[in-house]
Structure formats: structure tokens, C-alpha cells
């Protein structure tokens, strides 16, 4: 589609300009909105295509960042060692402000004028996603009194706890109410009429299955700040599963790339490290032990256990599967069973630390950014290896199956329920990497229905894993569920489902202290549970764990607002968690 990628050519602008270390160009202080009128199936896609740019995996987006957080990844930029400032998240920061929220809020504006009741209701339910992820990020920001362009260019920033519950008595409205009268303009008469939708191509029932999702989402991530849970909301959304995502591969939240090179419109992250030589990325070695040997912190399996079959698909080996081992100091890590898997440690001081690593090392794969299989082969990887079309995953229905464990088992009390959940999340999670698998096959040599063999052999060929593979993994899983701690292993299943996904995992880290992730030393823990030191004497990080995201200093300064911040929280002040974070 000509609109996608035109907006997706901009939207890279943004990466460019971000990539070269420069301060955010956008500011919610600004007057955004300059037009009075504009095509609403032109700005829509422009809104899609910043939601995902922004809060993505890839180093324009949120997504890289809170993923290096979570030893998902291994990144060498300040915020792998637990640094940030003011220029860490200006350009994220600015771009949902303006790229998304101000062109949103036109849409909501010049849609109900224009009683195009569909963009309305798409538009109030964006709206309510991204501010709530925002929220989970940032804490307080701008929000009832923001995206009034001249009318107010210097906003109160709204208590986080306000805007997700609503406060009458200062005007802001609750992320439910929006996600509600969102809902309710979508059923109005003439909404359907909408063009440009990127997410779900004009389909005003999926948006509402989608709005009725979110809002699980978000009780079930508030639910340790009310006595009951939110049980009643949680349950009536249980309740009338029909109403919520189905288990259908279109009805996955997700922003959709083709394999467009010019203008470029494959998948940011795929771009970052398969397009450019240098590579962004690395592989975080807790994921990647947790996958292989069910153990985050060593190369020792936990008990019996077969490592999990997506390994291939999640992770790209540029070295081949017959590579050996090399001698200590090669690599800053490199796996002494399976020698090809390479990566750099998380706050590495050691001997090979800085060493150019960027043809030898592991790379995210095919389930994250449309990257290559790992057939075994290895290869220095180029545009080639792979498409770069897999979709940047936002919300997809192996989430909800997720949330509805979580809740069934913490708020509902229905261990069973959650059992069952969990199966069904482990399987839609599998669903997902097999439907990926299935697209790649279509420009891929693929043999469907033939498994890989994710143990090493270098006869492993694209393909989609095999029913007996998933249901032997779920059943492992479903038996670990039945032990002493059944919401850690929800929470470390959801994790490595999660993959690409940071800013939620962040999140679920931040709310359930799983799953317990590795450190570089015990500096970084302070009173943060949830964490363990690596027993690496090579790693150091630069300060405590963040559990919160450093505002764009830019913003802070140039808003006089006496409701407005005038520096960045830290630990030691009171309000420095998100009012959630118990």
C-alpha cells in the first residue's frame, strides 16, 4: 500500500536523525497541529506507523531499549548498563507527542465535526494505548490539558494514577472511559467507512475486540493497587470472551511491513541489524540460557529439559553449527556446548568486551524482525538474509491468553482456569512463530510440518514446529505451573513469547518481579526484588536498576507549568515508582 509506505519513509527520518546521537526535535510544548483540516485516511496511518516506530523494537523505538533492560537483548548504548539522561528518550518521547498524539487528536477532532464516527472511535482507542504505555514508562505526563496546540503550550503533567482511573475534579478522564466512548463511536451509524487503518484494515469489530483487550490489559496491571483486584471488571471482561481478541492470526495488534527497499518499509529492527553492517544488537544471554537451558544465569539445565524448539527461529547464528569453541577471550561470550551462539555480556569489562564482533556474533532471527532461520549454515548476514517483513507485535492474542492466566490464578482464585489458559497461551505463542515461519516459506526453501532440531544438527530446514514438540513443551510447562510457584512460570512463558516486545515485559517485571532476571553485580540490585547478581566477576553496571524511563529533559525545561516537573525522579524520591509498581 502507497500510504504505508510513504509514512513508513518518514517515520525512518525519525530513526536517522535519532541514530546520529541528536537531541529530539519534537517537544509536546510546541503547537503541532497547524492545519484545520486534513484527509483522516491520510493522517491515520501516519498515527499507526509512529505507534510503531516509537514504542518498537528497534533503536527509533522504545521497545530496544526496555528489551536490553530485560536481558532480552545486549545493547551497548547507556541504558544496557542501566544509564540514561534526558537525550536518552527525547526522540521516543517527541515523536508519540507529535508524530502520534497530536495527528490522533486531529483525527478525534476533525472526525467527530465531521461525524466519521469510525476514525473517532480507531483514534480514542490508539489514544488510550499509547498514553497508557507512556504512562508505564514515564509516570506522570502530559495528557488532560496536552494536544492543544496554542491554546496551552505549557501543560499540567497528570498523576499517573489519575489517568489511568480518570480525576473529575481536574478534568481527566480515565483511560477506561476513553477506551469505552471509543468503543461506542465505533457501533455508531456511517463509522465503517475508514480507510488507511494499517492494524486491522477498517474492521470496526476487530478495533472493538481490541478495546475490550486493552482494558483487561490494564486492570490486570493496576490490580495490586485495589483490595479486590479489579475483580468484578475482570471478571465480566472473562465473562464474554466472544468480546475480546479471537484467536485468529489478523486479529493480532500489530503493525504490518512489506519488503519494500525503496522507499524502505521492512521491519526498523531487521533494518538495523541485518541492512547495516555494524549491527545494533546483540543477543542477552539471560534469554537466550533461559530458552536453551531453562536456567537465565548458566549453561546448566535446571532438571530434565529439552531446550525450546524456537531457538532457530528467535536467534541467528552467523557463525556455522560446526563452529568449536574457541580459546577464552575469542568472544566475550561464546556458548562451550553450542560454540556458534556469540553475544556480548551485559555490562562486559572483560578482555573481549570491545572486540569487532559484528560478522561473528548472534543476531535477533526470523520470529523477531523477519531475520533469517538458523538453518545451521551461518553467513555474514546482509539484506538478504531474510525479508524483514515480519510485523512489529504490539498486543498479539498469546497476550491476552497471558493476562487471563495471570488474573484466573492472582485475582480470581481459579488455579484451573489459569492452567488452562496457559496452555492455550503456550500453543497461540507457538501458533505465532509457526504462522511466521509458514509467510517466510512462501520466498524460503520451507518443508511444512517438518520440525527443526533446535539440539544442533545442520540439517535443520525452515519449517513449522511440530504439534508433538509444542505439546511436549507445554506439558513441561503446565507441570512446572503445578508447583510451589505458578505465576513465575506464567510470567517467564510470557517473557520469552514476548520477544520484541520490551516495553510490556518492563512492565510485568516492574508489577510481578518475574521473571528474576540477571544483573552484572549487586551494586545494581539495591531494594529491587526480581533481581540476581550474574556471577560474572567481568560485568559491572553503572548504577541501580531503572524502574522508570528519564523524561525528555528538553521538555522539562521548557514547560513552566508549576504541575510540570522540574527534574528527573530518582530512587530516592518518594513518588519514583508508577503508582502500579507494588
Not at 230 to 249: H, K, Q, V, Y
Request: proline fraction near 5%; glycine fraction near 10%.
Amino acid at each position: 500500500m502507497k500510504l504505508r509506505t510513504i509514512s513508513t519513509a518518514l517515520a525512518l527520518s525519525s530513526l536517522l536523525l535519532g541514530a546520529s546521537g541528536c537531541k529530539d526535535f519534537y517537544d509536546v510544548n510546541v503547537d503541532p497541529i497547524r492545519p484545520t483540516k486534513a484527509d483522516l485516511n491520510l493522517l491515520l496511518p501516519v498515527t499507526q506507523t509512529a505507534t510503531s516506530t516509537y514504542l518498537g523494537f528497534s533503536i527509533a523505538g522504545i521497545g530496544q531499549a526496555t528489551s536490553a533492560l530485560m536481558g532480552q537483548l545486549s545493547n551497548g548504548r547507556g541504558i544496557g548498563t542501566y544509564q540514561q539522561n534526558g537525550d536518552s528518550f527525547g526522540n521516543q518521547w517527541g515523536g508519540l507527542y507529535s508524530d502520534m498524539l497530536a495527528n490522533n487528536e486531529q483525527l478525534i477532532t476533525q472526525g467527530t465535526a465531521e461525524q466519521r464516527w469510525g476514525y473517532v472511535g480507531i483514534a480514542q482507542i490508539q489514544k488510550a494505548y499509547v498514553i497508557s504505555e507512556m504512562v508505564d514508562m514515564f509516570g506522570d505526563i502530559p495528557y488532560s490539558e496536552a494536544l492543544k496546540g496554542a491554546a496551552n503550550l505549557a501543560p499540567r503533567y497528570d498523576k499517573d494514577a489519575d489517568i489511568y482511573n480518570g480525576n473529575s475534579s481536574l478534568g481527566i478522564q480515565s483511560l477506561f472511559s476513553l477506551i469505552d466512548e471509543g468503543i461506542a463511536n465505533l457501533a455508531k451509524p456511517g463509522g465503517s467507512a475508514v480507510r488507511g487503518d494499517l492494524f486491522y484494515d477498517g474492521d470496526l469489530a476487530k478495533w472493538a475486540r481490541f478495546g475490550r483487550t486493552l482494558k483487561l490489559k490494564l486492570y490486570v496491571q493496576i490490580r495490586k493497587t485495589r483490595a479486590d483486584g479489579f475483580r468484578p471488571e475482570i471478571s465480566a471482561l472473562l465473562a464474554d470472551a466472544s468480546g475480546l481478541m479471537r484467536n485468529e492470526s489478523d486479529n493480532d495488534f500489530e503493525f504490518k511491513y512489506s519488503k519494500s527497499e525503496a522507499p524502505a518499509n521492512r521491519n526498523i529492527g531487521f533494518l538495523s541489524d541485518y541492512v547495516d553492517v555494524g549491527r545494533e544488537n546483540s543477543i542477552g544471554r539471560y534469554l537466550y540460557l533461559l530458552m536453551r537451558y531453562r536456567n537465565g544465569k548458566s549453561a546448566t539445565a535446571i532438571g530434565p529439559f529439552s531446550p525450546d524448539p524456537r531457538i532457530p527461529y528467535y536467534f541467528f547464528n552467523q557463525q556455522p553449527e560446526s563452529t568449536a569453541a574457541n580459546s577464552p577471550g575469542t568472544y566475550d561470550f561464546q556458548d562451550a556446548s553450542k560454540p556458534a551462539f556469540i553475544t556480548v555480556r551485559q555490562g562486559s569489562t572483560g578482555p573481549a568486551s570491545n572486540g569487532v564482533s559484528s560478522n561473528t556474533r548472534t543476531l535477533p532471527g526470523l520470529y523477531p524482525v523477519g531475520g533469517r532461520f538458523d538453518d545451521g549454515r551461518g553467513g555474514n548476514a546482509n539484506t538478504t538474509f531474510g525479508r524483514g517483513t515480519v510485523a512489529q507485535r504490539l498486543l498479539p492474542f498469546f497476550n491476552l491468553k497471558f493476562l487471563e492466566a495471570e488474573a484466573r490464578l492472582v485475582v480470581l482464585n481459579d488455579r484451573a482456569g489459569a492452567s488452562t489458559a496457559l496452555g492455550d497461551a503456550i500453543n497461540a505463542a507457538f501458533a505465532k512463530v509457526n504462522a511466521i515461519a509458514l509467510a517466510e516459506g512462501t520466498s524460503t526453501p520451507a518443508v511444512p510440518n517438518s520440525p527443526p532440531n533446535p539440539t544442533g544438527a545442520a540439517t535443520r530446514v525452515l519449517g513449522v514446529i511440530s504439534a508433538s514438540e509444542i505439546t511436549n513443551y507445554r506439558n513441561a510447562a503446565l507441570v512446572r505451573f503445578n508447583g510451589a510457584a505458578p505465576l513465575q512460570v506464567i510470567m517467564e512463558e510470557k517473557y520469552i513469547a514476548s520477544f520484541g516486545m520490551g516495553p510490556d515485559i518492563y512492565t510485568d517485571w516492574r508489577r510481578t518481579g518475574f521473571p528474576i532476571i540477571t544483573v552484572p553485580d549487586n551494586a545494581n540490585i539495591g531494594s529491587n526484588v526480581g533481581l540476581e547478581e550474574d556471577g560474572d566477576a567481568d560485568t559491572r553496571g553503572a548504577g541501580l536498576f531503572p524502574r522508570r524511563l528519564f523524561y525528555s529533559q528538553s521538555s522539562l525545561i521548557a514547560n513552566p507549568n508549576p504541575a510540570a516537573p522540574k527534574r528527573q525522579l530518582t530512587e530516592s524520591d518518594a513518588n519514583y515508582r508508577i503508582f502500579w509498581d507494588r
